[in-house]
């Protein structure tokens, strides 16, 4: 009998989201539980596609932030079994800051060193959503680059290249692919599926997405990521 054939599964993701991250490591968990996906990790600029999709960070509405930072996320990260804690000053992170430099870097690193991306990208979130640490500055860079074993010269090349013009046009090409697949936040799930894409939005979606794979949700912990949270 033939083996099924692989389905593609795009995650569109910003590190300055905690609901990417969320996403982010049950979809590389299930890279090797579900057979037939094949995982590709697309980093894009959030502001980028709220400001392009009319949209309004959840988190601007006194109420749902006050939920989502007291309740919402960090019941998220209990149950899915990712260390999210929220930092002293979410609006610094998510607003003041934001994550466009950030984004620029992963992409750096992403065209030359594409085996680097997950791992990098993991240590941002685990410096921004976990440790209360920066995600905004050459150091920051360098330290969250070292963390993960990548050698300071790829880091300080990417670091050199992240306002050249061919990183800048990666970035603006994955927001605006997910923008014209319909996104309008993240995280953003998009499967492939006989030739279709399907957009599945949020960190709450797995069993339907699964659905589309015709695979098996297994909940949170179907198989933990290799790399130690």
């Known amino acids: 009998m033939a083996a099924p054939m692989k389905k593609t599964v795009e995650l569109f993701y910003d590190v300055v989201s905690p609901y990417s991250w969320i996403a982010f490591e049950v979809l590389t968990r299930y890279r090797s539980v579900w057979g037939n ?5 697309r980093p894009f600029f959030l502001g980028g596609v709220m400001n392009e999709s009319s949209n309004r960070p959840p ?4 109420a749902k932030g006050a939920y989502m930072m007291k309740y919402d996320i960090p ?11 929220i930092p002293k000053n979410p609006a610094e992170v998510m607003f003041e800051k934001g994550s466009l430099t950030a984004m620029r870097f992963i992409t750096a690193v992403d065209i030359d060193h ?19 640490e920066g995600i905004f500055n050459q150091n920051d860079f360098l330290e969250a680059a070292k963390k993960v074993g990548i050698s300071e010269e790829i880091a300080k090349n990417a670091l050199a290249k992240i306002k050249d013009d061919d990183v800048k046009n ?8 997910a923008l014209n697949y319909g996104t309008f936040g993240a995280p953003t799930i998009i499967a492939h599926v006989n ?16 659905m ?4 098996e949700w297994k909940g ?6 290799k790399c130690k949270l």
């Not at 990666?170 to 692919?177: A, C, D, S």
């Not at 589309?212 to 695979?215: A, C, I, Q, T």
């Open 37 to 41: 996906m094949d995982l590709k990790l």
């Open 59 to 62: 988190a601007m509405v006194p």
């Open 75 to 85: 019941r998220l990260g209990t149950y899915y079994q990712v260390p999210i804690k």
């Open 114 to 132: 594409p085996e680097c991306t997950e791992n990098l990208s993991r240590e941002l979130w685990m410096r921004a959503w976990c440790r209360d």
């Open 170 to 177: 990666r970035l603006k090409k994955n927001t605006t692919e």
């Open 195 to 210: 030739n279709k894409p399907e957009l599945v939005f949020g960190s709450d979606r797995f069993p339907i997405l699964a």
């Open 212 to 215: 589309l794979l015709e695979e």
């Open 220 to 225: 949170p912990q179907a198989e933990l990521s």
